[in-house]
């Protein structure tokens, strides 16, 4: 125990102990005299004994403030130390000496030294704290009276039994009513859980969740370091770009389920055919594609060609039935001559050749022969794009996106698709004109197009009462277009948009358009300048692809968007990977607090749209819900059509 110091209060009741005495001490010689002195004594007696009553009242009365400062003080002090062993947080206090005062219960579990055995040690030998990255020793509270950490440092606390765990701690020093330092407080935190779901959501967002393979946005980054490195080295590399033959025979026969495995198998097979130091990726349903580092060609060609042999020996057995695939692969060399972009384009061209020259085949691409026919390949798109403008070759169709909620009714929403057809009348897909028109500076001229064609629509729908005009409210219907970078930097844009809608008076909030997330990013200024003032035209956005970038929620403060479309890489997964659904659940909710809707891309079957509902999701698109149609009944449909 310690010796509390002497209170004003203590001093007061002494003083009046005194007072008393001495009183008592006059009155009891009074009384002693009273017998010879007459009335005179007697007068000096009672007055005595009225100083004592008075005394005795006072004394009373500091005495009981004197416990009543001791019971709160010690129900203050009570309260204190229950709420220092209920807080989540260790909690140190060091005195001025640097030596630990006490510790409080969750200190203790962390450190493994007890509070008892722990008071007076030097802190650095009870609480050792290394960098988390570097390993060095994190200096204790004492240099400064200011305190020495702030909250920001990832450390590693290592146990009393040579165990560690993740922590972030910050330190305070404490000072007396004097200013005078006497001491400090540590405060510290586990995060190792935080840790490991940083680490888990920066594996999801890299890689594949159905292969565990790399996906195609870590696989460009991954080849963009190379093209870098390879420009100040002068190391060759290759870039393998394989798609399966026969897999569709799989997902038709079989069903989603038996592709799904023969695909997991089907990364054991290639994986034993390469390096170490090879990257092997998912780069979309069928495709495939390796980083071959520090490859002449000569090798890569031998090693491709081994990929190919050992899938086409490979037997997939599912139930009672057994498939056979093969592989064909178009296979590029580099140096740091090319871009990324080119290196992609050159592999995605060369494997669609060796597609069309029998399949289960690796074609070797050689610039210097076709440097030139690459081009007037993309020549000749351009001009099936002009011809397709002349022709009227362009067609809309839409795919619907269904409500979720009930309350909302039969009220169409639909995002707006286009399709080009060639010079024979079939239908050309979006990913072999599109990278052309953008090249080429057509792709502005495309959407305006489609975004013309789209207000008649609706002017006409309007104007047959499809579509209500003059609710008094903003419609709950929309339609939604896709943009380009190359709109929202097109200074025209807004006038354009502007003038249509000041000429056919569309209703509030029936316009949409969808911008995807990288694009957003990349053009942030011009995108929310965009966005601000089409807004107040009454036209809606939302920010398609949404997840995939890891500060995804830091820009939406940006811009001023009304729907979020959850990225189809996590609807997908979500009926097989919790964390797939763990990431949709944090984004809708977080959507939701910003007051925006969410609408969840992919849906491909009913557990899907179960769980999407049952978590709150507003809206749903995908193949399940439907396929894309003409939007006029007039525009025949193509026999195959590609995913939005």
């Not at 239908?427 to 197009?449: C, D, H, K, Q, T």
């Not at 995804?552 to 890489?569: E, M, N, R």
């Amino acid at each position: 125990m310690f010796k509390r110091p002497l209170s004003s209060q203590w001093v007061l009741t002494a003083g009046f102990g005194g007072l008393l005495a001495l009183v008592l001490a006059v009155t009891l010689l009074a009384l002693a005299r009273s017998g010879t002195d007459g009335v005179y004594d007697a007068e000096i007696a009672a007055a005595g004994l009225l100083a004592i009553l008075i005394g005795g009242v006072a004394a009373q009365f500091v005495l009981r403030n004197v416990v009543g400062s001791e019971d709160a003080l010690r129900h203050a002090k009570e309260l204190a130390e229950v709420t220092l062993r209920s807080i989540g947080d260790g909690v140190i206090t060091v005195r001025a000496d640097g030596c630990i005062d006490l510790m409080n219960p969750v200190a203790e579990l962390y450190t493994g030294w007890s509070s008892a055995e722990a008071h007076g040690q030097p802190l650095d030998v009870v609480y050792r704290v290394v960098d988390d990255k570097s390993g060095a020793r994190l200096a204790h509270p004492g240099g400064d009276e200011k305190g020495v950490r702030g909250g920001g440092i990832a450390a590693k606390l290592m146990r009393r039994d040579g165990s560690s765990c993740a922590i972030r701690d910050s330190s305070a020093a404490i000072h007396s009513s004097a200013g005078n330092l006497v001491g400090w407080v540590v405060v510290f935190h586990d995060i190792s859980q935080i840790e490991q779901l940083a680490q888990q959501l920066s594996w999801q967002a890299s890689h594949d969740s159905l292969t565990g393979l790399v996906n195609r946005r870590e696989f460009e980054r991954r080849l963009t370091e190379l093209v870098t490195s390879a420009r100040g080295d002068g190391r060759q590399h290759a870039l393998l770009y394989m798609d399966l033959d026969n897999f569709k025979t799989v997902n038709d026969t079989c069903g989603h389920a038996a592709g799904d495995e023969m695909l997991r198998q089907l990364t054991t097979v290639m994986q034993t055919g390469m390096r170490g130091s090879d990257t092997l990726a998912r780069l979309g349903g069928d495709e495939f594609g390796v980083l071959l580092e520090s490859c002449p060609l000569e090798q890569a060609v031998r090693i491709a060609n081994g990929m190919r042999e050992a899938v086409r020996e490979f037997r997939f057995i599912w139930e009672d039935k057994t498939f056979g695939v093969g592989i064909s692969a178009g296979l590029v060399g580099f140096d740091g001559a090319e871009s990324t972009d080119r290196v992609l384009a050159a592999a995605d061209r060369i494997c669609y050749e060796a597609k069309s020259k029998g399949r289960d085949r690796v074609q070797v691409y050689h610039p210097e022969k076709e440097g030139a026919q690459d081009q007037n390949t993309e020549l000749s798109m351009v001009s099936q794009i002009n011809h397709a403008f002349e022709l009227g070759n362009f067609r809309l169709y839409r795919q619907e996106i269904v409500s979720l909620n009930a309350a909302e009714g039969d009220t169409p929403h639909y995002e707006i698709l286009v399709r080009m057809l060639d010079n024979s009348g079939h239908p050309v897909p979006p990913s072999a004109f599109m990278p052309a028109a953008e090249r080429y500076n057509l792709l502005g001229s495309i959407e305006r197009w489609v975004i013309s064609s789209l207000v008649e629509f609706l002017a006409a729908q309007c104007e047959s009462g499809a579509i209500p005009r003059d609710t008094g409210q903003p419609t709950t219907a929309f339609y939604s277009v896709n943009l380009s970078g190359a709109s929202i930097n097109d200074a025209s844009f807004t006038d354009f948009i502007c003038k249509l809608i000041n000429r056919f008076n569309l209703p509030r909030g029936l316009l949409c358009f969808e911008v995807t997330e990288t694009t957003a990013i990349a053009n942030l200024s011009k995108a929310a300048s965009l966005m601000h003032e089409l807004k107040t035209l009454g036209c809606r956005f939302a920010l398609d692809d949404f997840g995939i970038g890891m500060s995804s929620f830091a820009y939406l403060k940006y811009l001023p968007v009304d729907f979020i479309k959850i990225d189809g890489v996590f609807v997908r997964g979500m009926a097989a990977d919790p964390m797939d659904q763990a990431i949709v659940e944090a984004i809708n909710r977080i959507a939701h607090i910003l007051g925006l809707k969410t609408v969840a891309e992919f849906v491909e079957d009913a557990t899907i749209l179960d769980r999407l509902r049952s978590i709150g999701v507003d809206y749903a698109q995908g193949y399940f819900i439907s396929k894309p149609s003409a939007l006029l009944p007039a525009a025949a449909e193509p026999a195959i059509l590609e995913p939005a």
